[in-house]
Each structure stands twice: as C-alpha cells, then as structure tokens.
C-alpha cells in the first residue's frame, strides 16, 4: 500500500500514532537530563488539509475532525492534551485546517536542552521539511533514506531518547525491513526506545511481522493495535499498529485510559477493537 503522510494526515492512524508519540516524550521529559528524538521518515513535517492529497482521501475528518473537540473522559483527556495542545498550536484558534506530523509533534513538546534529528529521503519533501526548521538550532533535518540512520545515528550523543520508525509502506518488504532494522539499532543502542508504526491491511503479513518480533531476542517489545472495523473483503486500512520497544513503565496503563476513549470515537462498524500485548519480556534476550 501507498501510505504518504500527505494523503492520509490526521486520519485514524495518526491520532493513535501521535497520541503514543507525545506519551514518550512526555516521559523522556520527567529528567532534566537532554534527550534526543530521531524520526527515520519525517516527511514534510506539516499537512495542509486542504491540500488536494488530503481532499482526495478526506480521512482526517474521522480522524483529528473527530477528536479535536471531543468531550473525553477526563483522565484520557488530560493524557491526549500535549498531542492535542500540539494540533492546536499550528492552527487559528477555533479551526482545523494544518495537521503537524511527528516531527513537528516532538518538536513542540520539547524543551530547550531536547534534540530534534528530523530525516526524509524525497528529497522535495526533505526540502520543504528543512524550510520547516530553518533556524532552528535544535533541529537537524537530513537528507537520508532513514533505514541507514538506524545505524548511522546511533547511538545519539545524548544517551537517553526516542527513534520513530514510520515508513510509507510504498513498497513491498517494509515489515521485513522494520524487523532488521530493529535488529541493527537495537544492538547499537539497546537501553534507546524505540516506536515502529504499522498498517493492518494485510493481517497475515501483520501477524508473521509480530511473530517475527517475538522470535527476535529482543527484550521488552510491546505491540499496540487499533482496529476501526472488521477485516474488509478488499485490502482497505482497517487498522494501526504501534511497537515500543523498552517502552516507560507507565505506558501500558495510560493506553488502558486513552485506547478506549480513542475506540469510542474512532470507530466505523462492528469489530473495531484495540489491545496492548507484550511480545517479549525482560528475559527475551537470555
């Protein structure tokens, strides 16, 4: 499948995705020590919904549309608040017409000591990403394919921090390349989190990605899934999906809060459902 962040910005995917992304950052933001978030396939950085790549597919009107003014729950509401607190920021008080992507997202929320290494291969869109940043002295936009920064950039220099993997899947082989991937940085920087976003259309290409995961020998791996319908009968995105590996303490519980609430809103027909499973513990290394 062909997921470009620009026609399907703001959409249900991303409101989980973000929603997950702003929770690690809020976490790495509890010590005052600096630290470093590393965003392999950033693109543009910032989406004009009314593009005519998001006009084309209007799915972040039951994506963000939906959330932005949302009464939620109250404990859900306070966890969702910097991810939305990050939407708000890049648009008109009152109106939603700009969808920040995950670089920007992290970019927002963090502080004067915080690193920001923002990587796109197109080089057009690494282009319009660096404009993005343009004096921005924490922020470094590289013009990379960002399955080679899994091992060029790391470990950062700052020792604590976050690496986001989100490709387009716009070719074949992506799980398999998350899988390696994971692998290389891994073994560079094992104490590093690290967030793997994924599609669910395929969900036998999904389920041999999990079990490919699990059999990894990789410890603390934990795998986040939402589905906004049951599998449809033509290859359709019925799903995302969110690995963390070594992921905060706290995160498992505060997805019991948000997932819900998310599921509630999110969801388009019977089978929607989401789940937090660990695919390996602490002793998946021995």
Known sequence: MNYRHAYHAGNFADVVKHAVLARLVEYLKRKDKAFRV???HAGIGLYDLGSAEAEKTGEWHDGIGRLIEAQLPVDAAALLAPYLDAVRAVNAEGRIERYPGSPVIARHLMRKQDRLSAIELHPEDARTLAQQFEGDFQTRVTELDGWLAL????????????????????????????????????????????????????????????TALADAAIPKI?????????????????????????????????????????????????????????????????
């Open 222 to 286: 934990m795998d986040i899934e939402f589905y906004i319908r049951q599998p449809s009968a033509e290859p359709r995105l019925d799903g995302t999906g969110m690995v963390v590996v070594n992921p905060p303490y706290q995160l498992e519980a505060e997805l019991k809060t948000m997932l819900p609430a998310l599921g509630k809103l999110l969801a388009e027909g019977p089978g929607a459902r989401w789940s937090v499973e660990w695919l390996a513990g602490e002793a998946a290394a021995a």
């Open 38 to 40: 590393i965003d392999t």
């Open 151 to 210: 091992g060029a950039h790391l470990p950062p220099k700052e020792k604590r921090g976050l690496v986001l993997v989100d490709p387009p899947f716009e070719i074949g082989g992506e799980f398999d390349r998350l899988v390696d991937g994971l692998k290389k940085a891994h073994r560079r920087w094992p104490g590093g989190i690290f967030a793997l976003w994924y599609p669910v259309k395929d969900r036998k290409a999904v389920a041999a990605f999990r």
